[in-house]
């Protein structure tokens, strides 16, 4: 956890924040969004480089009609572009 009181990508009251979820914050220009998770590739927590972590979403339907899918596709997609590369 690093003390970042101010910093306007800290959501806590106590002005905290893990170190992977700023990393990831200022990559991305904003703050995470609250279904937004990120994800250590290699499974080693102390390991924040850039390089070794990736976004992840909880946000998903489990199954639902075709018709609601292709809505909720592209709200993800306003949301995140469609350049998986970015990501």
Same mark, same amino acid.
């Given at each position: 956890?690093?003390?970042?009181?101010?910093?306007? +990508?800290?959501?806590? *009251?106590?002005?905290? &924040? +893990?170190?992977?979820?700023? $990393?990831?914050?200022? *990559?991305?220009?904003?703050?995470?969004?609250? =279904?937004?998770?990120?994800?250590? *590739?290699?499974?080693?927590?102390? =390991?924040?480089? $850039? =390089?070794?972590?990736?976004?992840?979403?909880?946000?998903?339907?489990?199954?639902?009609?075709? *018709?609601?899918?292709?809505?909720?596709?592209?709200? &993800? &997609?306003? $949301?995140?572009?469609?350049?998986?590369?970015? +990501?």
């Amino acid at each position: 956890m690093l003390d970042r009181k101010g910093h306007p +990508f800290v959501t806590s *009251k106590t002005g905290r &924040i +893990f170190e992977h979820r700023l $990393i990831m914050s200022e *990559k991305l220009g904003r703050t995470l969004l609250t =279904d937004e998770q990120v994800h250590h *590739k290699n499974a080693q927590r102390q =390991d924040n480089r $850039i =390089d070794n972590l990736e976004l992840w979403s909880t946000n998903q339907p489990i199954g639902g009609r075709v *018709k609601d899918l292709i809505i909720w596709a592209k709200e &993800i &997609i306003a $949301i995140y572009g469609d350049d998986e590369a970015v +990501f």
